[in-house]
């Protein structure tokens, strides 16, 4: 855990905050109950994060491709959702941020886990932002079109 050291970070944080408790109010949890919702994984885990940033950075890109019919069929049918956010800096030229939304469920036919990508997006930021706001910015777009759809989906 990291303290908020930073007062201008708190409205992003507590609108974060408040995210992931909206995922609570829905049922949702982590996939085991002692674990936190948000968790810092090694770089390999990253990668097509990490990949999307990049495009964004080096060539100035928006990629926007959300699968919404893919995500209510996972999330119907009993599957994990598993987000995967980066930022990145490339000091007075640009910054961008980027997430991957993945559908995760376990194959009883193969007896392995499965993943499939539902949604990817990636977008440039000012360059005067920071690593550390460009990965939050990235989480809290990725919670957003979670939430999105789960509240679709509790509405029908």
């Known amino acids: 855990e990291i303290p908020l050291l930073e007062e201008e970070y708190r ?29 810092r994984r090694p770089r ?5 994060a990490d990949y ?8 100035n890109q928006k990629i926007d491709c959300i699968d919404s019919e893919a995500i209510v ?12 956010s980066d930022g990145g800096l490339r000091r007075g030229l640009a910054a961008a941020s980027a997430w991957v939304i993945k ?8 007896q392995s ?5 539902w949604g990817t ?15 939050a910015l990235a989480l809290e777009s990725a919670l957003e079109v979670i939430l999105g759809i789960l509240q679709r989906l509790n509405l029908n």
């Open 103 to 110: 559908g995760c469920w376990y194959d009883r036919d193969l």
């Open 52 to 59: 999307l940033c990049n495009i964004a950075m080096n060539e």
């Open 11 to 39: 409205p992003l944080f507590v609108r974060m905050g408040r995210r992931v408790a909206t995922l609570l109010q829905l049922g949702w949890q982590p996939l085991r109950r002692q674990d936190k919702y948000v968790t």
């Open 44 to 48: 390999c885990w990253n990668k097509q």
């Open 73 to 84: 069929g996972g999330i119907r049918s009993g599957c994990n959702i598993r987000t995967h």
């Open 121 to 135: 997006c990636a977008c440039t930021l000012p360059p005067q932002v920071n690593c550390f706001v460009a990965e």
């Open 113 to 117: 886990w499965r993943h499939g990508r």
